[in-house]
């Protein structure tokens, strides 16, 4: 059993419509879910079976664009393999598009992933934003407090991590599998 079937029960198998699995009252309180569901107006830009893009209503550059999976997940994590894949094609697809529309010569993509990032609605979306060299706007190393840090030591906790995290879902898969 592969890892989507895993977190994903039955009644929702690829090529079903997917609803989310958090509470009502949340996803009722969600701002994007409301923009995808269409109960709130925004300017869309792009939709597909498992993504929405539109523009952001608080711009920092021109074509400022955000683009949401259809499902309500907090946090980039939380997404399922097949959703996350959904989302990263989308944003392959419209990156282009977006930056060409306002004559911009690059892009800057990033996500506020989690509160303590500074992520205000917890739906997951990614930013667009289109850039000039020169708009005087900041890269995203600039976000960060800096400070040294001993590279060794903390690439071998990440692997480390990586590791028993591709364990444990292996044997987690071949439980259930
Ligand atoms: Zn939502």
């Known amino acids: 059993m592969n890892l989507q079937n895993r977190k994903t029960p039955p009644s929702k198998r690829r090529g079903e419509k997917t609803h989310n699995p958090v509470s009502t009252w949340e996803t009722m309180a969600c701002l994007i879910c409301s923009i995808v569901e269409g109960h709130k107006p925004s300017h869309m830009v792009y939709e597909d079976a498992n993504t ?26 939380d997404l399922t393999p097949e959703q996350a894949e959904a989302l990263f094609a989308a944003l392959y697809r419209i990156l282009n598009p977006v930056r060409e529309a306002v004559g911009a010569d690059a892009t800057t993509v990033g996500v506020n992933n989690g509160p303590g990032s500074g992520q205000e609605i917890q739906h997951v979306h990614i930013h667009i934003i289109p850039r000039h060299r020169g708009d005087g706007g900041g890269v995203i190393q600039s976000l960060g407090p800096g400070g040294r840090v ?27 599998g």
């Open 150 to 176: 001993d590279l060794t030591e903390t690439a071998e906790r990440i692997k480390k991590k990586i590791a028993s995290m591709t364990k444990r879902s292996s044997d987690s898969n071949q439980q259930t």
């Open 52 to 77: 929405v893009a539109f523009l952001d209503v608080r711009p920092v550059a021109p074509g400022h664009t955000l683009l949401v999976p259809r499902t309500h997940v907090a946090r980039l994590e």
